[in-house]
């Protein structure tokens, strides 16, 4: 079955790069027409969309992190990856790496919390 894992840093000073990997199993990242994507819970808030990774390589980032998220992709070792600059205290969330492969997020990993703080 597809299995997705988030790894990296669970503490982050401000102002550095907050970065994230997901690892999948089961699948190809560039199995036709998926798409993956990193999604984030911050405290007392809902689901946020960060950005995903089709299967062709094409890269989509949210509007409301004013282009410090980047995503990009390892297709040897089948990992997509997420790097948000310049952290801040409101960063502060559970980070998911999700897979859309017949639906919408058919796939998640299990999150992994990540804390800005000095």
């Known amino acids: 079955q597809v299995q997705l894992q988030e790894s990296g840093p669970g503490l982050v000073k401000p102002s550095q790069t907050l970065s994230l990997t997901c690892t999948i199993s089961?699948?190809?990242?560039?199995?036709?027409?998926?798409?993956w994507s990193w999604i984030r819970q911050s405290p007392g808030k809902g689901l946020e969309w960060l950005g995903s990774v089709s299967y062709s390589g094409n890269t989509y980032s949210g509007a409301s992190l004013k282009s410090r998220a980047a995503i990009s992709r390892d297709t040897i070792k089948n990992q997509f990856t997420l790097q948000l600059t310049s952290a801040t205290p409101e960063d502060t969330a559970v980070y998911y790496c999700?897979?859309?492969?017949?639906?919408?997020?058919?796939?998640w990993g299990q999150g992994t919390q990540v804390t800005v703080s000095s």
């Open positions: 999700a897979g859309s492969l017949v639906g919408l997020y058919d796939y």
């Open positions: 089961g699948a190809s990242i560039t199995a036709s027409y998926s798409y």
